[in-house]
């Protein structure tokens, strides 16, 4: 195992497939109480922030940010490319490379993450994607040839990013991996699944690891912000002279009656759809509340809504649960409803003007907001059943139901 020169050992969090029961740490109070009372980040008092990273962004990575004697040598990596190439970290030395371990079966938080690094390779720039690498290592060694890499990778459109590289091997190999790494891996022989650590290595040109990172949280959901957030810190692994500006958007601060995360947005009521009870929008409500946007023209909702609908079901209601019909004609809005079987409130928003409110930049988009009304996560596109149950439980772990 590659000795870390001071490194901080870093605490790990669970990601399991969808058929393990998830136990993860509700790290979103964490984050909350660290905006509120301007704590350091974990790992991050000795040590400077990256040049882009604000006090916020390095609470939602979970920023450790080396320095020093506490950096040290990447490990090596021998391992096989999804494309069947060699994979080795030498090839990406005069690059920044992002290091990170996945389950190639993983359905719920590692299909977040892949999303938010679809949304990171959006804010680089053509030029800083040459000297950027995002590499992935197997964690799963029950599913360990190139076409299991290479499936997920599609599936979770990383396999388009030409910068993007899943490393897989035998299972020997992928322990070792692990090892040198030192990243947990929890094996369950019976169900063939497994647990993982969730820590994002940055390894600057010269091959050192200067930053570590996590997902996990629940604001790691919040995709857009996520995204930014592992983009600027690629670039800044980067030479001066290489490091551009990079797209999107950190997080805002929160302020009162605002609809960012870390805001409590002001109460609004709206009229249910096809004449059913009107409900109220923001507010503390009492519960966790999922806020989902969405219209009978969206393609995305098809899919999304049944899967929304089997949570809901499952949850019982532990969690409010609330569909916001955006500027859609009421006939066809109730024909969707009815035809998906969608049976939690459903509200409309005729003119747009709540979504706008909520600064929805396309559908479907949903917003989860805590029992006291406090926007925990923005999460801009579709959620699948096992995503959004994944977030749920984060945020409260004492949620009963499969």
């Not at 940055?202 to 996590?214: C, E, F, K, N, R």
């Not at 503390?284 to 098809?302: E, H, K, P, Q, Y």
């Not at 949850?315 to 049976?343: C, E, H, M, N, R």
Request: net charge negative.
């Amino acid at each position: 195992m590659t000795e870390r020169a001071s490194a901080p050992r870093r605490g790990w969090l669970p990601w399991a497939s969808a058929s393990v029961v998830l136990a993860v740490v509700i790290a979103i109070v964490v984050v909350l109480l660290a905006r509120q009372t301007e704590t350091p980040a974990l790992g991050a008092e000795d040590h400077t922030l990256p040049a882009g990273i604000d006090q916020p962004m390095a609470d939602l990575l979970a920023l450790d940010a080396l320095s020093g004697s506490s950096r040290y040598a990447a490990p090596a990596v021998d391992l096989t490319n999804e494309d069947g190439a060699p994979l080795t970290l030498d090839e990406f030395r005069g690059e920044a490379t992002i290091v990170m371990f996945n389950d190639d079966q993983c359905t719920d938080l590692c299909a977040l993450l892949a999303q938010d690094l679809v949304a990171a390779e959006g804010d680089l720039s053509p030029v800083e994607q040459q000297h950027i690498a995002f590499v992935s290592i197997n964690a799963n060694p029950y599913y360990p040839t190139t076409a299991d890499t290479m499936s997920w990778s599609e599936q979770h459109g990383l396999a388009a990013l030409p910068n993007w590289y899943y490393g897989t091997g035998t299972p020997d190999r992928l322990a070792a991996a692990a090892s040198d790494w030192d990243e947990s891996v929890v094996l369950d022989p019976t169900t063939r699944t497994i647990e993982h650590g969730t820590d994002i290595f940055v390894v600057d040109p010269s091959g050192v690891v200067i930053d570590l990172a996590a997902f996990g949280t629940t604001e790691s959901a919040d995709t857009a912000a996520f995204g930014h957030g592992l983009a600027q810190l690629a670039v800044d692994a980067l030479p001066a002279a290489e490091q551009g500006s990079v797209a999107g958007s950190g997080l805002s601060a929160p302020t009162p009656g605002g609809t960012e995360v870390g805001d409590v947005p002001a109460a609004t009521a709206l009229a249910g759809l096809d004449g059913g009870p009107s409900e109220t929008i923001g507010g503390a409500g009492g519960r966790m509340t999922v806020l989902n946007f969405w219209a009978s023209t969206c393609t995305a909702c098809i899919s999304e809504m049944p899967d929304f609908e089997t949570e809901y079901r499952e949850l019982d209601g532990q969690i409010a649960f609330i569909g916001i019909d955006v500027s859609d004609p009421a006939a066809a809005a109730t024909a969707f409803a009815s035809k998906y079987g969608i049976t939690y409130p459903l509200v409309v928003d005729p003119g747009g003007a709540v979504a706008a409110t909520y600064r929805i930049t396309g559908l479907p988009y949903t917003v989860i907001l805590d029992a006291d009304g406090q926007v925990l996560v923005r999460h801009p596109g579709d959620f699948t059943h096992d995503e959004l149950d994944a977030v749920l439980r984060m945020a409260d772990q004492s949620l009963g139901g499969d």
